[in-house]
């Protein structure tokens, strides 16, 4: 059985936990939710859900521009991903960086359509930005992925 938990920081709640959910939920979950701008995490049977901030955006945004105009005045091949879904089934986590970006890794992946990280590399980079949440307990599950900078 899942049990709920919100959290609230800035007045109103923009995140909430489910705990004892499986990884056939968490997908079901993850497809119905793809085209809404709910980021999700998922470590282990815990499930958070989490909605963001337009100042969240906006920083995302601004980040985004800033590696996108450095890696051409650099000339370096980049492929930005976006908030793609990361997830492996045998660790039992998955989540969505805010940005993400392949650089040396690029031409090792063999579909950019599905990225599976168990063949495919992770992305270089992952950008998350902090503001209502902190994203310091999620560093362990980049780390399982084998996502290098965070």
Known sequence: MATASPG????????????????????????ALDDRSVRMTYDRGVLELMTPL????????LIGRMIDMMT??????????????FQRED???????????????????AD??????????????????????DSRRRLSIYAALGVPEV
């Not at 007045?11 to 079901?28: K, S």
């Not at 051409?72 to 879904?85: I, Q």
């Open 72 to 85: 051409l005045e650099m000339r370096m091949r980049v492929v930005g991903l976006g908030s793609a879904t």
């Open 54 to 61: 337009p100042i969240h955006e906006r920083y995302k945004v």
């Open 112 to 133: 950019w359509a599905r990225i599976d990280l168990s063949v495919d590399p992770p992305p270089d980079l992952a950008i998350k930005i902090d503001i209502a949440s």
């Open 8 to 31: 609230t920081r800035h007045g109103a709640p923009q995140r909430i936990a489910l705990r004892g959910v499986n990884w056939a939920d968490y997908r079901a979950v993850r497809e």
């Open 91 to 109: 660790l039992e986590r998955g989540l969505e960086p805010d940005q993400c970006y392949y650089f040396s890794s690029a031409e090792k992946v």
